[in-house]
């Protein structure tokens, strides 16, 4: 199949998938009808699978063409994306970093990507904010040149090289129309039937504020709301008066500096645990990437 298939093909089913239909997919290739629809037939005679369905709307791509131009878009950004670096290298500046974070590392990257673009204005950035099992996976594919993170989420933390370890100060964050916004102590039991936004379950976040409440002899709060995205989770607390959530101090203080969130006055027992920059192991670094990670050790 890998043989047979040609990048003119995928980017004739990313059209089709776009255009829905033959006549226009064609003239977008600057080919036939007859050769678009042609092509289509070979492609579908090589997965031996129909990808499109006719409707009354035009084509469109069923389960398996989704599927199949998931893919071929995915290709076409690498394409997109090895044209970048050649260039920049062949011309020894410019080039493409693609890096991804956890929330609570995203101010010590945003700094370091600022000093980097001062070194390498030309350099073309993608910034990927995810959980720690989706980064490494990330990394793993190869869609990612370095993660910030913790590697203890993975079965296999020998497949990596970790450097820079930091550690992450967590604090207990509000709305300030909260109701126990203005106590100047509170036990994590008073604390019980507010409206928590809370990590997914297995994060590092999650199991601190799970071993909290277990230590405290609390059962966990139910119906939380849970979410990995910083914007959801700010969003949340500016619009929720009787909401609550654990984050990196780091990703709160500008907010709480504000005054749109507060610091509730919650002495936490647990630790998290420390955050690091992951590359694959045995995998050579580009220049931007050696860069980066010089800059965010220094």
């Known amino acids: 199949m890998v043989s047979r298939l040609r990048l003119r093909q995928l980017q004739l089913l990313i059209s089709l998938d776009e255009l829905g239909s033959i006549h226009k997919a064609a003239e977008v290739m600057s080919i036939t009808q007859p050769g678009a629809t042609k092509?289509?037939?070979?492609?579908?005679s090589t997965l031996g699978a129909v990808l499109f369905t006719?409707?009354?709307?035009?084509?469109?791509?069923?389960?398996l063409g989704r599927c199949v131009v998931r893919y071929a878009r995915l290709i076409n950004t690498d394409m997109a994306?090895?044209?970048?670096?050649?260039?920049?290298?062949?011309?020894?500046?410019?080039?493409?970093?693609?890096?991804?974070?956890?929330?609570?590392?995203?101010?010590?990257?945003?700094?370091?990507?600022?000093?980097?673009?001062?070194?390498?204005?030309d350099l073309s950035i993608t910034v990927i904010e995810e959980t720690s099992?989706?980064?490494?996976?990330?990394?793993?594919?190869?869609?990612?040149?370095?993660?910030?993170?913790?590697?203890?989420?993975?079965?296999?933390?020998d497949a990596y090289d970790s450097r820079g370890n930091r550690e992450e100060q967590l604090v207990l964050v509000a709305n300030p129309g909260h109701p126990l916004a203005s106590h100047s102590r509170l036990e994590l039991?008073?604390?019980?039937?507010?409206?928590?936004?809370?990590?997914?379950?297995?994060?590092?976040?999650?199991?601190?504020?799970?071993?909290?409440?277990?230590?405290?002899?609390?059962?966990?709060?139910?119906?939380?709301?849970?979410?990995?995205?910083?914007f959801t989770t700010l969003s949340l607390l500016l619009q929720d008066p009787g909401a609550v959530a654990l984050m990196p101090w780091d990703v709160a203080k500008l907010n709480v500096s504000q005054g749109s969130l507060v610091e509730l006055p919650l002495y936490f027992h647990s630790r998290s645990e420390p955050y690091e920059i992951v590359t694959r192991r045995g995998v050579e670094l580009s220049s931007p990437s050696q860069a980066l990670i010089r800059i965010l050790t220094q």
């Open 39 to 44: 092509a289509l037939s070979e492609i579908e």
């Open 54 to 63: 006719r409707t009354s709307k035009g084509l469109e791509a069923n389960a």
């Open 81 to 121: 994306h090895l044209r970048e670096e050649m260039i920049g290298i062949l011309q020894g500046h410019g080039g493409r970093l693609s890096v991804g974070t956890i929330m609570g590392a995203v101010p010590m990257l945003v700094a370091g990507l600022s000093s980097l673009r001062h070194e390498q204005p």
């Open 133 to 157: 099992d989706q980064l490494l996976s990330l990394l793993d594919q190869g869609r990612l040149d370095l993660v910030i993170c913790r590697t203890s989420v993975s079965r296999r933390p």
């Open 189 to 230: 039991a008073q604390l019980v039937d507010s409206r928590w936004i809370v990590f997914p379950v297995n994060m590092p976040l999650r199991l601190t504020l799970e071993r909290e409440f277990r230590e405290a002899g609390l059962s966990f709060p139910h119906y939380p709301i849970e979410t990995s995205s910083t």
